[in-house]
Nanobody, 122 residues
Framework: QVQLVESGGGLVQAGGSLRLSCEAS????????MGWFRQAPGLEREFVAA????????NYADSVKGRFTISRDNAKNTVYLQMNSLKPEDTAVYYC???????????????WGQGTQVTVSS
């Protein structure tokens, strides 16, 4: 079992920034990547970004490219999501995820975090 603990969500005005963090309790064989998904009320959960542990290869949803940056600290088993130029449509619960390198293509996910709320006011 792997626990993912997220932090950094909150309320911010449009145009502002937030940084999310997610620490994994451990890495297992095959857990080659970590990523972020989000779910807004009434909508399905969607892929936001992912990064591989080894090479730091990244992938982003088109809706966040140029505004969000995913990074990792291998020594701390932690992944970060720097979110700039936030828009009201970025409002959602953001979930951390861990899985194979296939996570770069939005799935599948082996473990989920509990989620952290991000609210962007207009």
């Amino acid at each position: 079992q792997v626990q993912l603990v997220e932090s950094g969500g909150g309320l911010v005005q449009a145009g502002g920034s937030l940084r999310l963090s997610c620490e994994a309790s451990r890495r297992t064989y095959g857990s080659d990547a970590m990523g972020w998904f989000r779910q807004a009320p009434g909508l399905e959960r969607e892929f936001v970004a992912a990064i591989t542990w080894s090479l730091g290869t990244t992938n982003y949803a088109d809706s966040v490219k140029g505004r969000f940056t995913i990074s990792r600290d291998n020594a701390k088993n932690t992944v970060y999501l720097q979110m700039n130029s936030l828009k009201p449509e970025d409002t959602a619960v953001y979930y951390c995820a861990i899985g194979t390198a296939a996570l770069l293509g939005s799935g599948p996910v082996d473990y989920w975090g509990q989620g952290t709320q991000v609210t962007v006011s207009s």
